[in-house]
């Protein structure tokens, strides 16, 4: 049973840029959450998503991001027209419901010049 | 609101030294606590957890109680060795037995040398 994949592992973007970062939760699971780890900083939760809905967005800048997990294939966290201080690992989890512990993935590290 | 503070490091200790990581919270209601670990590179994996008062929870030979009294969930192990080196991280949920939106602090880098 395959873990939590996340792609790329690695993503470079120039400022003003899209990023797009993929998140493949377990098999069974269908809970997705998705955390930001700043430099120096422990992690942010961002968005709590089930299969397509969005349960808890309370994390999320208000501007320029976004998140879906659809009824097929990965969720997605999208960041359009990027700027630096968006570079920071990002952190996918899954769950197969709320009173289980999570599976995290092993980030995406997002670096905008 | 709800709230982790930890020791911040970077730490360095020799190989079967003593560790003791120390965690406090604030939170509303009776939430459930959590160590995670991540080594270089790595996602976090979780450690150990506990989720009502005066509960332990172990794993690898390390080892954390629930305090309700002291607000407290320190993380300890009686002899590092060098595969312990990572960054460790105490966490809560505001939901006893739940997981949802977790909370971190800050983490902290242990090095361990041979």
């Known amino acids: 049973n395959a873990g939590v994949m996340q792609n790329p592992r690695h993503l470079v973007r120039r400022r003003g840029q899209e990023a797009r970062l993929r998140c493949s939760p377990m098999?069974?699971?269908?809970?997705v959450y998705w955390y930001r780890q700043l430099p120096e900083e422990g992690l942010k939760f961002m968005v709590y998503l089930q299969k397509e809905n969005i349960i808890d967005e309370s994390g999320m800048p208000k501007e320029r991001f976004s998140a879906e997990f659809p009824k097929e294939g990965p969720s997605i966290l999208r960041i359009q027209q990027v700027v630096r201080g968006d570079s920071a690992a990002y952190f996918c989890?899954?769950?197969?419901?709320?009173?289980?512990?999570?599976?995290f993935g092993s980030g995406t590290r997002l670096t905008v010049v | 609101g709800n709230s982790v503070t930890q020791m911040e490091g970077p730490v360095t200790l020799s190989e079967e030294a003593f560790l003791t990581i120390n965690c406090t919270y604030t939170?509303?209601?009776?939430?459930?606590l959590f160590w995670y670990v991540q080594y270089p590179g790595e996602g976090l994996q979780l450690l150990l957890k506990a989720t009502k008062a005066d509960d332990k929870g172990s794993n690898k030979g390390f080892e954390a109680t629930y305090r309700k009294e002291t607000t407290s969930f320190h993380l300890e192990k009686g002899s590092v060795q060098v595969s312990d080196s990572a960054v460790y991280f105490c966490a809560l949920s505001p939901f006893q037995g739940g997981s949802e939106k977790l909370v971190f602090g800050k983490g902290m880098k242990l090095t361990v040398n041979p």
């Open positions: 989890a899954s769950s197969p419901g709320t009173d289980y512990g999570y599976t």
């Open positions: 098999k069974g699971h269908s809970h």
């Open positions: 939170a509303t209601g009776y939430p459930s």
